[in-house]
Nanobody, 125 residues
């Protein structure tokens, strides 16, 4: 599976961006997640969606501001980010689980097999 993340950019605090993660080579299944990594910090969980049921989960820091969604026909996952804050500045990565591997969770980077290249989000104050 190849993942292509896009949609990052520079935005003022309070603004919005929508990130996209398109898969090729195989359709999504299991969980698809978004993570982010700021300079000097570890990669952290942002949001995840189960491809089949569509259930979602969010980090507390983005709950109520970010929305993860999917388009089955386009094999694409989106992250709508509203009310952006300077602390949201990071490289954002999408990740997908291999359906043939079993994972009991989806909150840690080690729960994922495939990663996109990352897209930079910069929020100015």
């Amino acid at each position: 599976v190849q993942l292509q993340a896009s949609g990052g950019g520079l935005v003022q605090a309070g603004g919005s961006l929508r990130l996209s993660c398109a898969a090729s080579g195989r359709t999504f299944s299991s969980y698809v997640g978004w993570f982010r990594q700021a300079p000097g910090k570890e990669r952290e969980f942002v949001a995840a969606i189960s491809w089949g049921a569509g259930s979602t989960s969010y980090a507390d820091s983005v709950k109520g501001r970010f929305t993860i969604s999917r388009d089955n026909a386009k094999n694409t996952v989106y992250l709508q980010m509203n009310s952006l804050k300077p602390e949201d500045t990071a490289v954002y990565y999408c990740a997908a689980q291999d359906p043939f591997n079993y994972y009991s969770d989806y909150l840690d980077p080690t729960d994922y097999d495939y990663w996109g290249q990352g897209t930079l989000v910069t929020v100015s104050s």
